[in-house]
């Protein structure tokens, strides 16, 4: 079992919706949780970066970290063809983090 | 701001071939990562350095070396290569208790 899991997808929506993107771990030492985006051939970019469980908002974004659940979730709102990329979740210690597989996302205008 | 940058952007090599990939970055950075990136795996970390003249393996070692001379550069070597080491492959690096930042990658092709 992987230490951090992800539905590859592919998840299409239409342009304005509202996004969830999911992720599960099993490490409970894990303290830092992010959310990177990846455009085609390029590397990934951190869109949010949370430490312990709780909400952080950023524009169109939302990260929860749900640690009794050890659930991680990243929502767009108001989506935009802009956004569609490869949604990366990560989380691990302060040295090294485990990164899922990644959701694909399209968004269709 | 160049933030982390990678040389070479694509390489192809021959079975057996030896190579060097560069990360270089200008965030003064203590920490810095090599990553390899393929279809269904994800990110997976081969070798890390925690600071100058420092290295550790990752999860995926085998076949590669890895040396950090200078504070701001952290070279990823293939002795001998081998068609499992075609890849992405992604350095980053990160202040301490901070998120990772990334490059753009160097795409290897091992024929």
């Known amino acids: 079992q992987k230490e951090v899991e992800q539905d590859p997808g592919p998840l299409s929506v239409p342009e304005g919706a509202i996004v969830s993107l999911n992720c599960t771990y099993s490490?409970?030492?894990?303290?830092?949780f992010m959310w990177y985006r990846q455009y085609s051939r390029k590397g990934p970019e951190l869109l949010m970066y949370?430490?312990?469980?709780g909400n952080k908002e950023d524009g169109r974004f939302t990260a929860q970290v749900d640690k009794s659940s050890k659930y991680i979730s990243l929502f767009i709102r108001d989506s935009q063809p802009s956004d569609s990329a490869t949604y990366l979740c990560?989380?691990?210690?302060?040295?090294?983090?485990?990164f899922g597989t990644g959701t694909k996302l399209q968004v269709i205008p | 701001n160049a933030g982390v940058t990678q040389t070479p952007k694509f390489r192809v090599l021959k079975t057996g071939q030896s190579m060097t990939l560069l990360c270089a970055q200008d965030m003064n950075h203590e920490y810095m990562y090599w990553y390899r990136q393929d279809p269904g795996m994800g990110l997976r970390l081969i070798h890390y350095?925690?600071?100058?003249?420092?290295?550790a393996k990752g999860e995926v070692p085998d076949g590669y070396n890895v040396s950090r001379l200078k504070k701001q550069n952290f070279l990823l070597g293939l002795e001998s290569a081998a068609p499992s080491q075609t890849s992405v492959y992604f350095c980053a690096s990160s202040a301490e208790h901070q998120p990772q930042h990334f490059g753009d990658g160097t795409r290897l092709s091992i024929l």
């Open positions: 490490n409970s030492a894990f303290q830092y």
């Open positions: 350095s925690v600071g100058e003249g420092t290295t």
């Open positions: 949370t430490y312990s469980s």
């Open positions: 990560a989380s691990g210690g302060y040295q090294k983090v485990t």
